[in-house]
Nanobody, 124 residues
Framework: QVQVVESGGGLVQAGGSLRLSCTAS????????MGWFRQAPGKEREFVAA????????KYADSVKGRFTISRDNAANTVYLQMNSLKPEDTALYYC?????????????????WGQGTQVTVSS
């Protein structure tokens, strides 16, 4: 069983930055595709970004392209989401997820393990 734990959320003003971190237990972390999703109140969960196990392949939602960057440190079993130029519409509970298959995906059903989420609130 893989445990996924997010951290780094908080309250930030519009235009500001935050960096989310996600650690996953297990010696096979480097073989997982990792993804970030978010869910705003009253809305469905949506894809944000994903990264392959090697880090060479990434995918982003159109709404965050150019503002968010996903990266990973396999030695530290950690994936990061650097969020810049934050907007109030980025306010959501952000989830980290791990997928056993080495292929980036935007579909939440493709991911096998999920964290509990970390709240990001962007004030206007």
């Amino acid at each position: 069983q893989v445990q996924v734990v997010e951290s780094g959320g908080g309250l930030v003003q519009a235009g500001g930055s935050l960096r989310l971190s996600c650690t996953a237990s297990g010696r096979t972390f480097s073989t997982y595709t990792m993804g970030w999703f978010r869910q705003a109140p009253g809305k469905e969960r949506e894809f944000v970004a994903a990264i392959s196990w090697s880090g060479r392949s990434t995918k982003y939602a159109d709404s965050v392209k150019g503002r968010f960057t996903i990266s990973r440190d396999n030695a530290a079993n950690t994936v990061y989401l650097q969020m810049n130029s934050l907007k109030p519409e980025d306010t959501a509970l952000y989830y980290c997820a791990a997928r056993r298959t080495d292929r980036v995906s935007e579909q939440d059903w493709d991911y096998n393990y999920w964290g509990q989420g970390t709240q990001v609130t962007v004030s206007s």
